[in-house]
Structures are given as C-alpha cells and as structure tokens.
C-alpha cells in the first residue's frame, strides 16, 4: 500500500529553520517524483517544490532561496529544508506522488512561525 508520511513540523520563530520528511513506502520511491504543497486556514493549497532525479528540482518564486528540496533514495525519503521562516510560510505542509495517474497524499504536518 503506498504511504506517504510527514513530520518534522512545529512552532518556530521568524527567521527559524525547519527540516520537513516525507516517508515513504509501498512504491519504487526512485522512479517517481515527490511534490511538496501547503495551505493555510481559509486559502488554497499552494504547491512549493517539487523533486524528481536529485539533480531536477523546481522550487517555486515565493520561498525560491530560503526552502530546499532534497531526497535520499535509500530511506525513500524526501526532505523540505525551510530557513528564513516567515510567518506567512505557516500552514500544513503535505507531500504527494503520482502513481498510475493517482495522487497520494501524506496527512500532513503543521508549521507555525509566529513570534
């Protein structure tokens, strides 16, 4: 069964860092790509990144220079490393793949930044 599993979320002050992990299993982790997306309270979900091959990342405008996305094929893990948070960057952070045109979803990890 695929799974998709994030953590590493959590209350941080502005300019704090946070590394966000997505496990997962139930698929050939190395052939697909892994997105990133988040939503705050009462807006869309937005993407953020996304990896395929280690070496093709997509990071988008707003968080382009502060977010990193980085995978380890060994632990079928996808990393979001978030630094210069700003409050505006809270919301729960979800991970998905595409398989066999299907989007899975993780559950989801919150980030806060407040001060």
């Known amino acids: 069964q695929v799974q998709l599993v994030e953590s590493g979320g959590g209350l941080v002050h502005p300019g704090g860092s946070l590394r966000l992990s997505c496990v997962t299993s139930g698929f050939t982790f190395s052939k697909y790509s892994i997105d990133w997306y988040r939503q705050a309270p009462g807006k869309e979900r937005e993407f953020v990144a996304t990896i395929g091959d280690p070496t093709n990342t997509y990071i988008v405008d707003s968080v382009k220079g502060r977010f990193a996305i980085s995978r380890d094929n060994a632990k079928n893990t996808v990393y979001l490393q978030m630094n210069s948070l700003e409050p505006e960057d809270s919301g729960v952070y979800s991970c998905?793949?595409?398989?066999?045109?299907?989007?899975?979803w993780g559950q989801g990890t919150q980030v806060t930044v407040s001060s």
């Open positions: 998905k793949t595409m398989i066999a045109n299907f989007n899975y």
